[in-house]
């Protein structure tokens, strides 16, 4: 359906998120209608430039990322686009932006922090200071909140110090993506899984999410952050508490956000010794990826002091009823062997086998919903061998791949957050008290790590990565769901 008027301020206007994803995202709404007669995008940079002259850099940007444009499509969507100069370390320019946005009062203002984190204090300060937030405001942040729970807490202080939470969008693009969303209609608009969605039937859970792309140019950042941070933090939790969470009592925003935070606060606090015990944490090596050699970490950094993760396994408990004695597994890593994010629910064995040892083996039920590539879900259930023979069973997958069940394209994870954003849907987005319970479970094994003097384990690129990983979970008589 069709947004209310709105203006959305993008600061950071010209970088590299709004390049690859946000103007491409926001062009996608256009042929379909579903930005308003009265929608405005006006992108804010610190640099000097026309509206013209962003209006071909923006153009450029969606030829670049977008499949099929559509010219007039296009052409209506520019036209909506304004670009004003603002420096927000030099506190110029908000004049300008004070001028543009007058007079609309009335409309949807959202705000999107698409810059550094350190600027989330001086813009919405001087959003303030120059009374541009109106009632029908809104912020969206990007990550990283914080490096820690106390930086975070402080991030969170200074904007909601000029913006209410309703009106705080924080981001995690994963929970925007189809799949994860789906995780959600299956577990709550299906009977058959919930029944066994617990300890009593769920062997284990594990969560992947592997990059084949080292850090490249963004060495810089990376170095300050780190695997745990940069993934582990946000997106990894959060796919936890989707499939961890109670049934909320409806798709609203605080019954969801409400459910995900019981699950992070009963995630069980990893003392020193398990952080030894069930962490790992590996910095890549030179080797080969995608059919070509590749640099190590340390040589892309350009230095050979960091100590920073490029991937982090761990071994994780909820304590609560329904998941007691059902470790969730998180593996997430760049220089991986395959790009594949995935999440898999591994089922108890059968109490029982009826079946002769010349059957075969009985493999248990699996459930792997996979996020990328090919999102879809697939079930893996035994059948028998079709034949007149003896019995035998075999392992088949039901495979639900949505490119084979919707012909239409598949949209990115940010369409549908920024139009959720502009019509003020907090569903999928993270309340505060989520990024912060999520930092005080995460702060513990930060400290024992930067205690211990041992540098990260190195492991190949284009490998599963350290094999300390495959250890973590072969001790517990499991592996790794390593299929691509
Ligand atoms: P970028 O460095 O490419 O762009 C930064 C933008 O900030 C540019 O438009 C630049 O003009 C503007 N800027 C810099 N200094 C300024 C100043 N003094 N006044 C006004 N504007 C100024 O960064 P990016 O990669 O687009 O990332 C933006 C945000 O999104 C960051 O918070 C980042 O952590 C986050 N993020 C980025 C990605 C990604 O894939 N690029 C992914 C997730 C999160």
Same mark, same amino acid.
């Given at each position: 359906?069709?947004?209310?008027?709105?203006?959305? *301020?993008?600061?950071?206007?010209?970088?590299?998120?709004?390049?690859?994803?946000?103007?491409?995202?926001?062009?996608?709404?256009?042929?379909? =209608?579903?930005?308003?007669?009265?929608?405005?995008?006006?992108?804010?940079?610190?640099?000097?430039?026309?509206?013209?002259?962003?209006?071909?850099?923006?153009?450029?940007?969606?030829? @670049?990322?977008?499949?099929?444009?559509?010219?007039?499509?296009?052409?209506?969507?520019? &036209?909506?686009?304004?670009?004003?100069?603002?420096?927000?370390?030099?506190?110029?320019?908000? $004049?300008?932006?004070? @001028?543009?946005?007058?007079?609309?009062?009335?409309?949807?203002?959202?705000?999107?922090?698409?810059?550094?984190?350190?600027?989330?204090?001086?813009?919405?300060?001087?959003?303030?200071?120059?009374?541009? #937030?109106?009632?029908?405001?809104?912020?969206?942040? @990007?990550?990283?909140?914080?490096?820690?729970?106390?930086?975070?807490?402080?991030?969170?202080?200074?904007?909601?110090?000029?913006?209410?939470?309703?009106?705080?969008?924080?981001?995690?693009?994963?929970?925007?993506?189809? +799949?994860?969303? !789906?995780?959600?209609?299956?577990?709550?608009?299906?009977?058959?899984?919930?029944?066994?969605? !617990?300890?009593?039937?769920?062997?284990?859970?594990?969560?992947?999410?592997?990059?084949?792309?080292?850090?490249?140019?963004?060495?810089?950042?990376?170095?300050?952050?780190?695997?745990?941070?940069?993934?582990?933090?946000?997106?990894?939790?959060?796919?936890?508490?989707? *499939?961890?969470?109670?049934?909320?009592?409806?798709?609203?925003? %605080?019954?969801?956000?409400? $459910?995900?935070?019981?699950?992070?606060?009963?995630?069980?606090?990893?003392?020193?010794?398990?952080?030894?015990?069930? +962490?790992?944490?590996?910095?890549?090596?030179?080797?080969?990826?995608?059919?070509?050699?590749?640099?190590?970490?340390? $040589?892309?950094?350009?230095?050979?002091?960091?100590?920073?993760? +490029?991937?982090?396994?761990?071994? #994780?408990?909820?304590? !609560?009823?329904?998941?007691?004695?059902?470790?969730?597994?998180?593996?997430?890593?760049?220089?991986?062997?395959?790009?594949?994010?995935?999440?898999?629910?591994?089922?108890? %064995?059968?109490?029982?086998?009826?079946?002769?040892? %010349?059957?075969?083996?009985?493999? &248990? !039920?699996?459930? *792997?919903?996979?996020?990328?590539?090919? @999102?879809?879900?697939?079930?893996?259930?035994?059948?028998?061998?079709? =034949?007149?023979?003896?019995?035998?069973?075999?392992?088949?997958?039901?495979?639900?791949?949505?490119?084979?069940?919707?012909?239409?394209?598949?949209?990115?994870?940010?369409?549908?957050?920024?139009? %959720?954003?502009?019509?003020?849907?907090?569903?999928?987005?993270?309340?505060?008290?989520?990024?912060?319970? &999520?930092?005080?479970?995460?702060?513990?094994?930060?400290?024992?790590?930067?205690?211990?003097?041992?540098?990260?384990?190195?492991?190949?690129?284009?490998?599963?990565?350290?094999?300390?990983?495959?250890?973590?979970?072969?001790?517990?008589?499991?592996?790794?769901?390593?299929? +691509?």
């Amino acid at each position: 359906t069709q947004s209310d008027p709105f203006d959305l *301020v993008v600061f950071g206007g010209t970088g590299d998120l709004a390049h690859r994803k946000l103007l491409p995202a926001l062009y996608h709404r256009e042929p379909v =209608g579903h930005l308003g007669e009265d929608a405005r995008i006006i992108a804010v940079s610190r640099r000097q430039l026309s509206d013209t002259e962003y209006r071909d850099w923006a153009r450029k940007a969606i030829c @670049e990322h977008v499949a099929e444009v559509d010219q007039e499509a296009l052409e209506r969507f520019l &036209a909506r686009i304004q670009y004003v100069a603002v420096d927000v370390a030099q506190n110029t320019g908000w $004049e300008a932006l004070e @001028e543009k946005l007058s007079g609309r009062e009335d409309f949807v203002r959202a705000f999107y922090l698409s810059v550094s984190p350190d600027f989330f204090g001086p813009i919405c300060s001087a959003l303030g200071e120059h009374d541009l #937030v109106t009632e029908k405001s809104r912020v969206t942040i @990007e990550k990283p909140i914080g490096k820690n729970g106390k930086s975070a807490h402080e991030v969170n202080e200074t904007i909601g110090s000029v913006f209410k939470e309703h009106q705080i969008f924080r981001i995690d693009h994963y929970l925007g993506k189809e +799949t994860v969303q !789906n995780l959600m209609a299956l577990r709550f608009a299906n009977v058959l899984f919930e029944p066994l969605w !617990n300890a009593a039937h769920i062997d284990h859970v594990q969560i992947t999410v592997a990059e084949t792309l080292g850090v490249e140019s963004r060495a810089g950042y990376y170095d300050t952050a780190g695997a745990l941070r940069d993934m582990v933090q946000n997106h990894l939790l959060q796919l936890l508490c989707l *499939v961890a969470m109670e049934p909320p009592e409806s798709m609203a925003p %605080d019954s969801v956000r409400d $459910e995900k935070l019981k699950v992070l606060k009963a995630l069980r606090p990893m003392s020193s010794e398990m952080v030894e015990r069930n +962490t790992v944490r590996g910095q890549y090596r030179a080797g080969a990826s995608a059919g070509g050699a590749v640099k190590g970490y340390l $040589e892309e950094l350009g230095r050979d002091d960091s100590s920073t993760e +490029t991937f982090v396994a761990a071994k #994780v408990d909820i304590e !609560n009823w329904r998941w007691a004695n059902v470790p969730f597994y998180l593996r997430t890593g760049k220089r991986l062997a395959a790009r594949v994010s995935e999440i898999t629910i591994q089922f108890k %064995d059968l109490p029982h086998s009826i079946f002769l040892p %010349d059957a075969g083996r009985i493999a &248990a !039920n699996k459930l *792997v919903i996979r996020l990328q590539p090919d @999102e879809g879900v697939k079930m893996q259930v035994m059948i028998k061998d079709p =034949g007149p023979g003896s019995m035998r069973l075999r392992e088949v997958p039901l495979d639900m791949t949505f490119a084979e069940a919707f012909s239409s394209r598949h949209p990115d994870a940010y369409e549908r957050l920024i139009m %959720d954003m502009i019509r003020g849907n907090q569903t999928l987005f993270m309340r505060r008290d989520e990024v912060e319970a &999520a930092w005080k479970w995460i702060d513990p094994i930060l400290e024992q790590w930067s205690q211990i003097k041992e540098a990260p384990k190195p492991y190949t690129s284009g490998t599963w990565g350290p094999s300390a990983s495959i250890a973590l979970i072969e001790r517990d008589g499991r592996t790794w769901h390593d299929e +691509t």
